[in-house]
């Protein structure tokens, strides 16, 4: 089983990068997806938690009104659309799952995929 976040690169400021989560191996349906970033010097911070009981969602303060994540109807991929993308977006952004019922608690988080690169000039 492997999980996998792609679709980073390098953007400017103002510009729009969709990111995808894909599973292989299991599907994500009954999984809260979570989104996480870590910034060169940074420690590791959610972005988004995706639950998998009804995909409501919590965003950090930071892209609130600009991230949004959702789910593929095809069960094994999970979105983050980034707008108006702003220099300190730039990290390496992951995905994870947990199966815990409390979507909102970062650390329930368990199993992680590799990170894409997200580079934003300003």
């Known amino acids: 089983v492997q999980l996998q976040a792609s679709g980073g690169g390098l953007v400017q400021a103002g510009e729009s990068l969709r990111l995808s989560c894909t599973a292989s191996g299991f599907t994500l349906d009954y999984y809260n997806i979570g989104w996480f970033r870590q910034a060169p010097g940074k420690e590791r911070e959610g972005v988004s938690s995706?639950?998998?009981?009804?995909?409501?969602?919590i965003y950090a303060e930071s892209v609130k009104g600009r991230f949004t994540s959702s789910r593929d109807n095809n069960k094994i991929t999970v979105y983050l659309q980034m707008n108006n993308l702003k220099p300190e977006d730039t990290a390496i952004y992951y995905c994870?799952?947990?199966?815990?019922?409390?979507?909102?608690?970062?650390?329930?988080?368990?199993?992680w995929g590799q990170g894409t690169l997200v580079t934003v000039s300003s």
């Open positions: 994870a799952t947990s199966r815990e019922q409390d979507y909102t608690n970062w650390s329930h988080y368990d199993y």
């Open positions: 995706l639950s998998s009981h009804d995909d409501s969602a």
